[in-house]
């Protein structure tokens, strides 16, 4: 076509979805299996599959909803979230799943030029958001080298040398990509920083439900926060595409501003996942806890598949799916050892450099029965002695 046809400068500078290429990878590594992707094993309820069998035929099915969401749906969200969530002053806008509720926060919130704040290891998918809605000032903050929670002291110099102050600053907790769960004083530390500064804190909680050890997850609500939750890895309802919004009810016109986004998006969530959503959270979050607790076992298991690393090389783990591991330091380029581990071990893992950690993994153990799982960790745990011992033999 020669050069008067041209790519959005926008969308070639984004990252490539590491996803995409781990599925490529999958493919070609015969017999390979995956703890890369962020899944869970279990399907939705099967009453509320049932359920949603007898709706196929119900025209209201076929036809866009409010863009908002379903009325019954939004109605039992914010019941939810009173009672679990402790949220009593937000409103609640059902999305296509969390990443696209990301999307439509920075578009609503966000201008091209802004600054926004992230921790590393950061969830790619909202980097990759911020660069593709021309967000290029991205300030990218530490963790603690032993716990990996965000540098709250690192986020109060940025909050006050930035000039003008960070738009919006965005935590996963539990994490995504380390399964770290950030502790409710460190949370409002951050949260009252963003607000001195004028600063939105965006807070994805998606494995809310994904908590260890006898952890207890909790919200904050102010008019300065935004929280994200999800349907996928709760109930089982990946490719359903169901996460909301829940955003300040006091803030003048942010309910217009979301709306106008979210029409140019999906117009509205999947209807017959709307109600599949609706009929899953009658089950209640006992339904999600008892499933929870199976992963346990996974955890351990990999855990055990990491020893060969070292005692220090492992983090997180005690929210979420995911565990954090440090490869030995001469493998700073964990794409190759990702590839290794893939064609000579057949096993896939996530490389940290996609979450701006290059020389670490990210390791899921939800996706698989603890049988398949077993099997999985077996071939990782021989790829790592293999790899500290005699490094990456082809």
Same mark, same amino acid.
């Given at each position: ?31 390979? @299996?995956?703890?890369?992707?962020? %899944?869970? !094993?279990?399907?939705? &309820? ?15 099915? $076929? ?5 908002? /969401? ?32 990301? =999307?439509? *926060?920075?578009?609503?919130? +966000? ?5 926004? =704040? ?8 909202? !980097? ?14 530490? /963790? ?26 965005? %935590? %996963?907790?539990? #994490? ?6 950030? &502790? ?17 804190? %965006? ?26 939750? $999800? ?15 829940? !955003? &300040? ?11 106008? =986004? ?5 117009? +509205?969530? $999947? ?8 009929? $899953? ?21 990999? *855990? ?12 997180? /783990? ?27 071990? #057949?096993? @896939? ?7 701006? +950690? ?14 398949? +799982? ?8 021989? /790829? ?11």
């Amino acid at each position: 076509m020669g050069s008067k046809f041209k790519l959005a400068k926008r969308a070639l500078e984004t990252e490539m979805p590491v996803m995409v290429q781990i599925q490529e990878l999958i493919r070609g590594a015969k017999d390979a @299996v995956s703890l890369a992707q962020g %899944v869970v !094993y279990w399907q939705p &309820p099967k009453q509320a599959l049932d359920r949603v069998k007898e709706l196929v035929w119900e025209p209201s099915i $076929s036809r866009y909803g409010a863009d908002e /969401g379903i009325p019954e749906l939004r109605e039992a969200l914010i019941k939810k979230m009173r009672l679990e969530n402790k949220l009593h002053k937000s409103s609640v806008m059902v999305t296509a799943g969390a990443n696209q509720a990301f =999307v439509n *926060l920075v578009l609503t919130l +966000c201008d091209a030029g802004d600054s926004v =704040v992230m921790f590393a290891p950061y969830y790619f998918n909202a !980097y990759m958001s911020f660069q593709m809605t021309g967000i290029t000032n991205i300030l990218v903050g530490p /963790g603690d080298p032993k716990t990996l929670y965000p540098d709250a002291d690192w986020l109060e110099r940025t909050l006050l040398e930035t000039k003008p102050a960070p738009k919006l600053v965005t %935590v %996963v907790n539990p #994490g995504n990509p380390t399964g770290t769960y950030i &502790p409710e004083p460190l949370l409002k530390r951050i949260s009252d920083l963003c607000r001195d500064a004028g600063s939105w804190l %965006v807070v994805d909680n998606t494995y809310e439900y994904f908590m260890y050890d006898g952890l207890k997850h909790t919200c904050l609500e102010a008019n300065h926060i935004v929280n994200i939750f $999800s349907f996928s890895k709760a109930y089982g309802m990946m490719g359903w595409r169901v996460g909301y919004i829940a !955003y &300040p009810s006091e803030v003048d016109g942010f309910a217009a501003q979301l709306l106008k =986004v979210q029409d140019n998006i999906p117009i +509205c969530a $999947s209807i017959i996942s709307q109600h599949l959503a609706l009929y $899953s959270l009658e089950m209640g979050p006992e339904w999600v806890t008892e499933r929870v607790k199976d992963l346990v076992k996974n955890r351990e298991i990999v *855990l055990e598949a990491l020893s060969p690393l070292g005692e220090d090389a492992v983090r997180g /783990g005690e929210g979420a799916i995911y565990l954090w591991a440090k490869l030995p330091e001469k493998y700073v380029d964990d794409f190759k050892v990702v590839h290794w581990l893939a064609h000579r071990h #057949g096993v @896939v893992v996530i490389p940290g450099t996609s979450c701006g +950690c290059p020389g670490n993994l990210r390791i899921s153990f939800g996706g698989l029965i603890e049988s398949d +799982c077993k099997d999985a960790a077996e071939r990782l745990k021989r /790829g790592f002695e293999e790899l500290v011992r005699d490094g990456m033999v082809v």
